[in-house]
T-cell receptor
Framework: QKEVEQDPGPLSVPEGAIVSLNCTYS??????FMWYRQYSRKGPELLMYTYSSGNKEDGRFTAQVDKSSKYISLFIRDSQPSDSATYLC?????????WGLGTSLGVNP | NAGVTQTPKFQVLKTGQSMTLQCAQD?????MSWYRQDPGMGLRLIHYSVGAGITDQGEVPNGYNVSRSTTEDFPLRLLSAAPSQTSVYFC???????????FGSGTRLTVV
């Protein structure tokens, strides 16, 4: 079993839809949880960062961490064509960071 | 503020050649790392450094060397290129391993 599991998609939604992206993990010691967005032929960029559990909101983006279920989510409200990208989850502790494989998202105008 | 700068952006090597991928950051980050990204494999850690003079191996270190003589620079050396090293290479930095990373724009390497 991989330490982090992420459905690769692809996920295709119409413009304006609410998007839910998820990752599960197995290591209960993880404390740091992140979401990155990667456009084609670009480097990943940090979208959301959460320490421990709970929710964090930034504009149209909301990150949730449920440590009891070992499950993290990224919600995108009012999705736009410019949100079309691959979304990577990453999580870890003070020693290491483990990456999901990424979910490819397409938002259709 | 340039962030993380990687050079070159593209490179084609012949099998057996050596080369150095450059990485520089201007954020005074202590932690720097090199990843390779391959389809279906995700980001895999090659080498990392927690400060000047300190480096360690990641998940896939074979065929690569690194050094960290300054806080700003973290070059990655391919000793004898092989077709299996065809990949996109990313350098990333952070103030510490648990914090958010800033990535460079990547180097697309093809070994023929």
């Amino acid at each position: 079993q991989k330490e982090v599991e992420q459905d690769p998609g692809p996920l295709s939604v119409p413009e304006g839809a609410i998007v839910s992206l998820n990752c599960t993990y197995s290591n209960s010691a993880f404390q740091y949880f992140m979401w990155y967005r990667q456009y084609s032929r670009k480097g990943p960029e940090l979208l959301m960062y959460t320490y421990s559990s709970g929710n964090k909101e930034d504009g149209r983006f909301t990150a949730q961490v449920d440590k009891s279920s070992k499950y993290i989510s990224l919600f995108i409200r009012d999705s736009q064509p410019s949100d079309s990208a691959t979304y990577l989850c990453a999580m870890g502790d003070n020693r290491k960071l483990i990456w999901g494989l990424g979910t490819s998202l397409g938002v259709n105008p | 503020n340039a962030g993380v700068t990687q050079t070159p952006k593209f490179q084609v090597l012949k099998t057996g050649q050596s080369m150095t991928l450059q990485c520089a950051q201007d954020m005074n980050h202590e932690y720097m790392s090199w990843y390779r990204q391959d389809p279906g494999m995700g980001l895999r850690l090659i080498h990392y450094s927690v400060g000047a003079g300190i480096t360690d191996q990641g998940e896939v270190p074979n065929g690569y060397n690194v050094s960290r003589s300054t806080t700003e620079d973290f070059p990655l050396r391919l000793l004898s290129a092989a077709p299996s090293q065809t990949s996109v290479y990313f350098c990333a930095s952070s103030s510490r391993v648990g914090y958010g990373y800033t990535f460079g724009s990547g180097t697309r390497l093809t070994v023929v």
